[in-house]
Nanobody, 115 residues
Framework: VQLQASGGGLVQAGGSLRLSCVASGSRSIISVMGWYRQAPGNQRDLVASITSGGSTSYAESVKGRFTISRDNAKNTMYLQMNSLKPEDTAIYTC??????????WGQGTQVTVSS
């Protein structure tokens, strides 16, 4: 399974970005997908996750601002990020858990929010 993340960039505070993560190499549905982020000097933290059935969870810091979604037919996950803050600046990485094949990580995409 390969994960390809995209959609990062530079945005002003209050702006929006939409991240995408496409999973390829698997014909079966991936059970759980999630977005993690890591800022310089910090550990990598979970931002949001979504199951194949659509159940979601969010870090407290992004609730009400970020929305995670997925298209199972396309094995694609999205993260809509609104009302971005400078503290959201980080490298965002997607993760996928396949019930039979294991856990996979994509490459990161940089999100920079200027004040």
């Amino acid at each position: 399974v390969q994960l390809q993340a995209s959609g990062g960039g530079l945005v002003q505070a209050g702006g929006s970005l939409r991240l995408s993560c496409v999973a390829s190499g698997s014909r079966s549905i991936i059970s759980v997908m999630g977005w993690y982020r890591q800022a310089p000097g910090n550990q990598r933290d979970l931002v949001a996750s979504i199951t194949s059935g659509g159940s979601t969870s969010y870090a407290e810091s992004v609730k009400g601002r970020f929305t995670i979604s997925r298209d199972n037919a396309k094995n694609t996950m999205y993260l809509q990020m609104n009302s971005l803050k400078p503290e959201d600046t980080a490298i965002y990485t997607c993760k996928a858990v396949h019930p039979a094949l294991g856990t996979y990580w994509g490459q990161g995409t940089q999100v920079t929010v200027s004040s």
